[in-house]
């Protein structure tokens, strides 16, 4: 029932104090790092092999489609991490999602749990993959690709 940013902060902090404000951050952190360390490690191989077994590819071209390749490769790593950080944000903390639990506003359907509280990022990763398998990973990853793929190429 928060109507503003201060009510919204004065809430994480009386029921999780400055953890609360971190929450997801472990997946955040190390998606981005292994995406930044995949698309720098992949574009510049690409671009000379691009141009050298493509001339006519040399210049802007090459680069865009290196930065493409990239990041596309990089969205492997970023992608599943960035599922889990969604959802270990939005859960609360573990006092809210026990009363919430209790109540029984946790559930999709009557009898059917729409996911568990998370404690940590392998935690989360694993229970995503034993409910939801691969499809659950990757969700969102045809507009995360859409989105990011065209500015990684016009980046490099």
Not at 75 to 90: T, W
Request: a positive charge; hydrophobic letters at 35%.
């Amino acid at each position: 029932a928060q109507k503003n940013i201060f009510q919204m902060v004065r809430t994480v902090w009386a029921s999780d104090g400055l953890r609360g404000f971190y929450r997801g951050i472990s997946p955040g952190v190390t998606g981005s790092l292994a995406t930044g360390a995949t698309y720098f490690g992949v574009i510049e191989s690409t671009k000379t092999w691009l141009e050298n077994n493509n001339p006519n590819l040399s210049g802007h071209w090459s680069h865009f489609i290196a930065g493409g390749i990239g990041d596309t490769l990089g969205s492997f790593i970023y992608v599943p991490c960035e599922v889990m950080k969604q959802r270990m944000q939005v859960q609360g903390s573990s006092k809210s999602w026990a009363l919430n639990a209790t109540k029984g506003n946790v559930s999709q359907s009557p009898g059917t749990q729409m996911y568990g509280y998370y404690n940590g990022m392998f935690h989360a990763g694993s229970s995503i993959w034993r409910d939801h398998g691969v499809k659950g990973l990757y969700a969102g990853y045809g507009s995360t690709l859409a989105r990011d793929v065209p500015f990684a190429g016009l980046m490099v």
